[in-house]
């Protein structure tokens, strides 16, 4: 009955060992998509004919303004 219980079980499949990425790789792939994604914001927010710095204020500067 036991023998019958073990082979009843699914089996667990074996995934390849995937490399992990270096966290210097990580950080600078999230920079570069940062990147990207402020100058897509940039670009909408010029297409809605809403003037953009360059710089983005900091959330005090935001707040006292």
Request: glycine fraction near 4%; proline fraction near 9%.
């Given at each position: 009955m036991a023998k019958?219980?073990?082979?009843?079980?699914?089996k667990r499949k074996v995934t390849s060992a995937k490399k992990k990425p270096k966290l210097e790789d990580?950080?600078?792939?999230?920079?570069k998509i940062n990147e990207r994604l402020d100058?897509?914001?940039?670009?909408?927010?010029?297409l809605r004919?809403?003037?953009?710095?360059?710089?983005?204020?900091?959330?005090e500067e935001a707040g006292q303004q």
């Open positions: 019958a219980k073990a082979k009843a079980s699914p990580v950080i600078s792939e999230i920079k100058k897509v914001e940039s670009d909408i927010l010029a004919g809403i003037a953009q710095p360059q710089t983005v204020p900091s959330q």
